[in-house]
């Protein structure tokens, strides 16, 4: 080979490279709307107002939903749940929302916030008590809920930065932090 041909080639390589990095650079950039994988769209409003009624927003960190919490269900369910898992996850929305819309006469959706924790906090007393009565191995599907939505929450960068005290690694390890009563927890 040539050298005038080898610096030919070399430039339409190099130009090809200096054309398509944008393009391959682009295609490194987050997602900007949220892609469902296992529930409808308003299933997934409904698992955000779930998960925004048991860690709501309070002055000091963002909610649930600011989380992104949801969304973190969306995925869980479709790639960690076992088949089993996901059926009582799916029949326990649609149960929610029927025991719902009798007791109050519409959606959960729709109720005010007061009525919305209230009715959170009945089904997690009923879930614990079914847990305790049943040992079957698969939990409730409030409890696969409420589990699902701590992880998410605490899991995200909000919760772990802004709900809890958050050190970034590398740090040096303390084993003997002095405990001031009502500190936030420390993530980890």
């Given at each position: 080979?040539r050298?005038?041909?080898a610096m030919?080639?070399?430039?339409v ?5 200096l054309?398509?990095?944008?393009l391959?650079l ?13 529930f409808?769209k308003?299933?997934?409003e ?6 925004e ?6 002055p000091?960190s963002?909610g649930?939903?600011?989380?992104g919490?949801?969304?973190f269900?969306?995925r869980?369910?479709?790639d ?5 898992d996901q059926?009582v996850?799916q ?16 959606p959960?959706l729709?109720l005010?916030?007061?009525e ?10 009923e ?7 049943t040992?079957?191995g698969?939990?409730p599907y409030?409890?696969?809920?409420k589990g699902?939505t701590?992880?998410g929450?605490f ?7 802004q709900?809890?005290r958050?050190?970034?690694?590398p ?6 932090v002095?405990y001031q009563?009502g500190?936030?927890a420390?993530a980890?």
């Amino acid at each position: 080979m040539r050298r005038r041909d080898a610096m030919s080639a070399i430039s339409v390589l190099l130009s090809r490279s200096l054309i398509s990095a944008p393009l391959f650079l682009n295609g490194c950039r987050p997602e900007e709307s949220t892609t469902l994988v296992y529930f409808t769209k308003r299933e997934l409003e409904l698992l955000d107002q779930i998960a925004e009624t048991i860690l709501p927003t309070t002055p000091g960190s963002p909610g649930a939903k600011a989380a992104g919490v949801g969304a973190f269900i969306d995925r869980y369910v479709a790639d960690c749940l076992s088949e089993e898992d996901q059926q009582v996850v799916q029949h326990g929305l649609t149960t929610f929302e029927e025991t719902c819309k009798e007791q109050f006469g519409t959606p959960f959706l729709e109720l005010k916030a007061d009525e919305q924790h209230d009715y959170l906090v009945k089904l997690d007393i009923e879930a614990e008590m079914h847990q305790q009565m049943t040992a079957n191995g698969t939990p409730p599907y409030f409890t696969l809920l409420k589990g699902m939505t701590l992880l998410g929450y605490f899991t995200s960068e909000a919760g772990a930065t802004q709900a809890l005290r958050y050190v970034p690694v590398p740090g040096k390890y303390d084993g003997s932090v002095p405990y001031q009563g009502g500190e936030k927890a420390w993530a980890i």
